[in-house]
């Protein structure tokens, strides 16, 4: 739990902790502010988000969701009423759906990715085709293939820090430091009672939040603003782990359980993920101090309540309108046992964001 605060911590107000993509993005944007500085130019701040990287450690020891869909999913039957009782239908289907790799064997996962950046060369989305093999031994052992494509520019110019579309790049596990084979937090500590995981979330979302009062040096928030990040914390924690293809399916079936008891999350009944597939979704919108926001959602095959994706929108007020930008989404493609892992191209360097 420790670490994934920290995460939120070093990227202001508790936001989701960024893929190493977006990090490096971050990086080469604060030497361009920092280079306009200088020259009396003002750039505006920068932020990046993205998904929460993978947790590889509790994916192997815990056991993996299998996302499926076809004749094989079991139907609930008909719609749910409210989003407490789409999630608590996911968190059924979630806690039955795991997959083991045997010895010598892998999970393989397929996910399409889209990323977002923003600072002072504009708004952009990225699509990113990532692959990941896990072993069902040694951890090391472990591969991720991204394969870059096309660049949405939102607003400004065209981004200079970004990988060319067509861009293939290999991370071995323990390559890149918080890189998209890196433990987000210690999921597996989680107690599989929902009211419990909450609380415990809660907890530590308050005593993050205080701490990181004092290291600001803030002394004059309200209670309000003050609640407004604790429950930013808790939510952007749920939701991290229930994006996360690689969650247990333990722990997803209590992350799904406990968002359920959060009052502010609602239905919407027709999603569509990063893959182009139709799904009922759980909406949540967290609050940011200054009027602006952001919304996450889960999106679930309907009727079998399966977890197919996840996207995000980050709102904010501009000249007295307001306006909506799509953020970070993923959609799990595939997730199934392999025998083999690719061989890395001698030629391959290091990730360009690692």
């Given at each position: 739990?420790?670490?994934e605060?920290?995460?939120?911590?070093?990227?202001?107000?508790s936001?989701?902790?960024?893929?190493?993509?977006?990090?490096?993005?971050?990086?080469?944007?604060?030497?361009?502010?920092?280079?306009r500085?200088?020259?009396?130019?003002?750039?505006?701040?920068?932020?990046?988000?993205?998904?929460?990287?993978?947790?590889?450690?509790?994916?192997?020891?815990?056991?993996?969701?299998?996302?499926?869909?076809?004749?094989?999913?079991?139907?609930?039957?008909?719609?749910?009423?409210?989003?407490?009782?789409?999630?608590?239908?996911?968190?059924?289907?979630?806690?039955?759906?795991?997959?083991?790799?045997?010895?010598?064997?892998?999970?393989?996962?397929?996910?399409?990715?889209?990323?977002?950046?923003?600072?002072?060369?504009?708004?952009?989305?990225?699509?990113?085709?990532?692959?990941?093999?896990?072993?069902?031994?040694?951890p090391?052992?472990?591969?991720?293939?991204?394969?870059?494509?096309?660049?949405h520019?939102?607003?400004?110019?065209?981004?200079e820090?970004?990988?060319?579309?067509?861009?293939?790049?290999?991370?071995?596990?323990?390559?890149?430091?918080?890189?998209?084979?890196?433990?987000?937090?210690?999921?597996?500590?989680?107690?599989?009672?929902?009211?419990r995981?909450?609380a415990?979330?809660?907890?530590?979302?308050?005593?993050?939040?205080?701490?990181?009062?004092?290291?600001?040096?803030e002394?004059?928030?309200?209670?309000n603003?003050?609640?407004m990040r604790?429950?930013?914390?808790?939510?952007?924690?749920?939701?991290?782990?229930?994006?996360?293809?690689?969650?247990?399916?333990?722990?997803?079936?209590?992350?799904?359980?406990a968002?359920?008891?959060?009052?502010?999350?609602?239905?919407?009944?027709?999603l569509?993920?990063?893959?182009?597939?139709q799904?009922?979704?759980?909406?949540?919108?967290?609050?940011a101090?200054?009027?602006?926001w952001?919304?996450?959602?889960?999106?679930?095959?309907?009727?079998t309540?399966?977890f197919?994706?996840?996207?995000?929108?980050i709102?904010?007020?501009?000249?007295?309108?307001?306006?909506?930008?799509?953020?970070a989404?993923?959609?799990?493609?595939?997730?199934?046992?392999?025998?083999?892992?690719?061989?890395?191209?001698?030629?391959?360097?290091?990730?360009?964001?690692?």
């Open positions: 739990m420790t670490n605060l920290e995460t939120i911590k070093a990227h202001h107000d936001l989701p902790a960024p893929s190493p993509e977006a990090t490096a993005r971050a990086r080469a944007l604060i030497t361009e502010e920092t280079g500085a200088g020259s009396g130019f003002r750039g505006r701040r920068w932020v990046v988000r993205a998904g929460v990287a993978v947790g590889l450690a509790t994916a192997v020891s815990a056991g993996l969701v299998l996302v499926r869909g076809g004749d094989d999913s079991v139907p609930f039957g008909t719609s749910p009423a409210s989003a407490a009782e789409l999630l608590r239908h996911a968190a059924t289907v979630a806690a039955r759906e795991e997959v083991r790799p045997g010895p010598g064997q892998f999970v393989y996962v397929e996910q399409k990715d889209v990323t977002f950046a923003s600072g002072s060369q504009g708004e952009y989305n990225q699509d990113v085709r990532r692959e990941v093999w896990m072993p069902g031994g040694d090391g052992k472990a591969l991720t293939r991204s394969t870059y494509g096309r660049t520019v939102i607003s400004g110019g065209r981004p820090h970004v990988q060319a579309p067509g861009t293939v790049e290999y991370e071995r596990a323990g390559q890149c430091r918080g890189g998209s084979l890196g433990l987000p937090f210690q999921a597996a500590d989680l107690p599989a009672d929902p009211d995981a909450l415990e979330i809660r907890q530590a979302a308050e005593e993050f939040v205080r701490s990181d009062q004092r290291r600001r040096g002394t004059n928030l309200s209670r603003e003050v609640d604790v429950q930013k914390v808790v939510a952007s924690s749920l939701l991290g782990l229930a994006q996360n293809p690689l969650t247990s399916s333990r722990t997803r079936a209590t992350v799904f359980g968002l359920s008891r959060m009052p502010t999350v609602t239905v919407v009944p027709n569509t993920d990063p893959a182009g597939r799904g009922v979704g759980a909406s949540l919108k967290l609050d101090p200054g009027g602006g952001e919304r996450g959602e889960l999106i679930f095959e309907p009727g309540y399966r197919l994706g996840y996207r995000s929108w709102g904010r007020q501009q000249g007295g309108q307001v306006r909506e930008t799509p953020g989404s993923t959609a799990v493609l595939t997730v199934k046992v392999v025998d083999s892992v690719p061989e890395v191209p001698k030629d391959a360097g290091r990730p360009l964001f690692c």
